[in-house]
């Protein structure tokens, strides 16, 4: 059988810092075992959960052998904020039973390592040749006992940014508008209620007898960023979509349409065509987009892109 101890001692530093060990008894036949690594518990620096990791044999995923694999990892990060990346100098050592001292077998080069979402470890492939471990004269295997540790250091983090969130056809990306009665509104400008798509409220604006230039031409239609007021600073939020009053007989299939492609923000949080289309062909009965006196009018947001701040 193997038997692991750990034990950790703070060390004196500005900086958030830890000594962690990992003991193992029967070495040999941990290396015979047909386990491939081994993890201690979770002990803490910095207000950060660590674990190290341990290839006997090295690290087969890496093509490693005839070495020792040593790491260091970062864990329980599922309770971390998004974004989050923590700066780490640390040291791995392999106790010198003979001289009694923590060998640095590799030091990393020095300065800091980067952990994140993407790069949850670091340490060493090829940490110790066995060979070398296995020397009795090097004093790392005493009456097959072996100690590894670590010197973790953490650099508080107070930086700040911005993770650019995309969703490509988000699920109930389609909002149908009815509009009854539409000639006889007493308002010019009609607005839908809010609907969410990729976690934004929009609406759809409707000018009945057009605006600007195409005021008494067209009907102008428009999408709208609902919720722009309550988004943080220099928010910006880009969507494509299209824009489509229905052709209600659907017998020619011919809906009026146009794709739109914006950047919305606070200075600009509706965006869409004055001339969407004419009121004459609107009126013309025979087309289908006002029938009964009923308009359909829809929004399909089919890509959107934003950001959150972290």
């Known amino acids: 059988m193997y ?7 703070n060390l004196t530093s500005l900086r958030e810092g830890s ?15 047909k386990i491939d690594n081994l993890e201690s518990r979770a002990f803490e620096v910095g207000g ?17 052998n005839d070495h020792i694999s040593f790491y260091l990892a970062i864990a329980e990060t599922e309770s971390l904020p998004l974004g989050w990346e923590v700066n780490v100098d640390f040291k791995l050592y392999v106790f010198d039973h003979i001289r009694d001292k923590y060998s640095t077998i590799q030091d990393g080069e ?14 060493f492939d090829k940490f110790i040749p066995l060979e070398t471990f296995n020397h009795a004269s090097n004093g790392y295997l005493l009456e097959d006992c072996c100690v590894f540790g670590a010197e973790v250091l953490v650099m508080k983090h107070n930086g700040k ?22 000639s006889k509104l007493g308002e010019e400008v009609v607005r839908s209620e809010a609907f ?39 928010w910006k939020v880009y969507a494509e979509y299209k824009l489509r009053i229905r052709d209600q007989f659907q017998i020619l299939g011919t809906n009026k349409e146009k794709q739109v492609q914006n950047w919305f923000c606070a200075s600009s949080k509706s965006y869409g065509y004055a001339n969407f289309m004419a009121l004459s062909d609107l009126n013309k009965a025979s087309k289908g987009f006002l029938v009964h006196d009923t308009m359909l009018v829809e929004a399909q947001i089919t890509l959107i ?3 959150k701040d972290f």
């Open 3 to 9: 038997v692991l101890y750990t034990k950790s001692r």
């Open 19 to 33: 000594h962690y060990t990992l003991q193992i008894e029967s070495f040999s036949l941990f290396l015979d075992s």
């Open 48 to 64: 950060y959960k660590w674990k190290l990791s341990l290839y006997p044999n090295g690290n087969k995923k890496r093509n490693v």
């Open 110 to 123: 020095g300065g800091f390592r980067r952990f994140h979402r993407m790069k949850t470890e670091w340490g």
């Open 161 to 182: 940014g911005e993770c650019v969130m995309t969703m490509k056809n988000p699920l109930n990306n389609t909002y149908t508008w009815k509009i009854d009665n539409f």
């Open 196 to 234: 969410v798509v990729g976690e934004h409220k929009w609406k759809l604006v409707i000018y009945r007898k057009g605006n600007d230039t195409a005021k008494n031409k067209s009907v102008s239609v428009f999408l709208k960023l609902a919720d722009g007021e309550t988004l943080p600073p220099e």
């Open 305 to 307: 892109s934003y950001t």
